[in-house]
Structures are given as structure tokens and as C-alpha cells.
């Protein structure tokens, strides 16, 4: 899908492409059409908890951590990682990032992404991601 930011088009295939090749981001879904923007890209990411057992596993002891608490680091830690993709997007958008899910049956956390250009107001970016939100299973 193409989508219009501000002078210039991008393609939402070839930023697929890049989250993939440059994080540990699995794209689920292109969710830019869902946004009902035409400025606007959005995806459905997950990344698996090896990756982030690897990460944590300094920090805690994964036998003696409840799932409770297990669960919020795993959720605080995949948006932290989600935030280093700004790093291979376009450097003119602003994104946000919810980290809404542990999936058990693929062993993952599940993330949207939004991202818009710098010159939209920040409240619009807020209203596409609870769009999306509510979009999910």
C-alpha cells in the first residue's frame, strides 16, 4: 500500500521490509488501511519472549518471577525495543507503539505500530492507535 507523507509517497511494503530486516520485529499485518488514513502507516508486530528471556535474563530470575510481573516486563520491554525503530523509519515521523498481547500459542508479544509525519498533531496519532486497538482479535 502507498501512503501519502507530506511530498513524497512511501511504500508500506518496502517499511515492512525494513522492520524486519533491521530488528527482531516479525510483521504480523499491514494495518495502514485500517487506520482509514491516507497519511498514516500502521502494523501489527510481534516479537518472540526468547528474544526478550535473552534480554532479561541478567536481571531476574525467570523460575522465580510470577507471570504477573514476568508479563509487564515482557510488555514494557517489547515497547522499549519498538521504540529503537524510529531508528529505521522515515526520521520525519513521530510513531507510537502498544504492546497489547502475550500470545501463548506462538510464544510472542504482539505490538501495533502507527506512524505519521512530524508536521500532523501528536492527538491524531493517539486516535489512529486506539482505532487499531480496537481492531484486534
Given amino acids: 500500500m502507498y501512503i501519502a507523507f507530506v511530498n513524497r509517497v512511501l511504500d508500506t511494503e518496502e517499511l515492512k521490509e525494513k522492520i524486519e530486516k533491521n ?3 516479525k510483521v504480523l499485518k499491514d494495518m495502514s488501511k485500517g487506520t482509514k488514513r491516507e497519511d498514516t502507516f500502521a502494523y501489527n508486530l510481534s516479537i518472540k519472549i526468547d528474544v526478550l528471556n535473552e534480554i ?3 536481571d531476574y530470575d525467570l523460575n522465580e518471577i510470577n507471570e504477573d510481573e514476568l508479563f509487564d516486563e515482557y510488555i514494557s520491554l517489547a515497547e522499549e525495543l519498538a521504540t529503537d ?3 529505521i523509519l522515515p526520521e520525519d515521523a513521530i510513531i507510537d507503539m502498544k504492546a497489547y498481547k502475550w ?3 506462538d510464544n510472542d508479544i504482539r505490538l501495533v505500530l502507527a506512524g505519521i ?3 500532523m498533531k501528536e492527538g491524531k496519532l493517539k486516535d ?3 482505532r487499531l486497538l480496537t481492531q484486534l482479535e
Avoid: P
Wanted: glycine share 0%; proline share 0%; charged share 50%.
Fill in 128 to 130: 489512529v492507535m486506539k
Fill in 23 to 25: 530488528s527482531e520485529f
Fill in 103 to 105: 500470545d501463548l500459542s
Fill in 85 to 87: 525503530l524510529e531508528d
Fill in 117 to 119: 509525519h512530524e508536521d
Fill in 56 to 58: 532479561i535474563k541478567d
